[in-house]
Nanobody, 127 residues
Framework: QVQLVESGGGLVQAGDSLRLSCAAS????????MGWFRQAPGKERDFVAA????????YYADSVKGRFTISKDNAKNTVYLQMNTLKPEDTAVYYC????????????????????WGQGTQVTVSS
């Protein structure tokens, strides 16, 4: 069973930056595509960003494109979400997700595609 643990959340001012980390357990990290989702107060959980298991392909939600960057370090069994120019609208609980993929270049974009989920980390952006 793959376990995911998010960290790096906190309270920041609008325009600031924050980096989230997601550490994966087990020996299957190299076979995992990874994604980030978020759930704002009173809203449904939405897609943020994802990366293929090879690390060579990424996809972003329009709301974060150009501001957020997802990356994957197979040697450290960790995926990151670098968040720049944060806005109050980015306030949410951020969840790390993972799934095994047969294609090294495939980027899962939908919540239903993911098998493993972390517990979430709170990100609050004040104005």
């Amino acid at each position: 069973q793959v376990q995911l643990v998010e960290s790096g959340g906190g309270l920041v001012q609008a325009g600031d930056s924050l980096r989230l980390s997601c550490a994966a357990s087990g020996r299957t990290f190299n076979g995992l595509a990874m994604g980030w989702f978020r759930q704002a107060p009173g809203k449904e959980r939405d897609f943020v960003a994802a990366i293929s298991r090879s690390g060579g392909n990424t996809y972003y939600a329009d709301s974060v494109k150009g501001r957020f960057t997802i990356s994957k370090d197979n040697a450290k069994n960790t995926v990151y979400l670098q968040m720049n120019t944060l806005k109050p609208e980015d306030t949410a609980v951020y969840y790390c997700a993972a799934t095994l993929t047969y294609r090294s270049d495939y980027v899962p974009r939908f919540q239903s595609e993911y098998t493993y989920w972390g517990q979430g980390t709170q990100v609050t952006v004040s104005s």
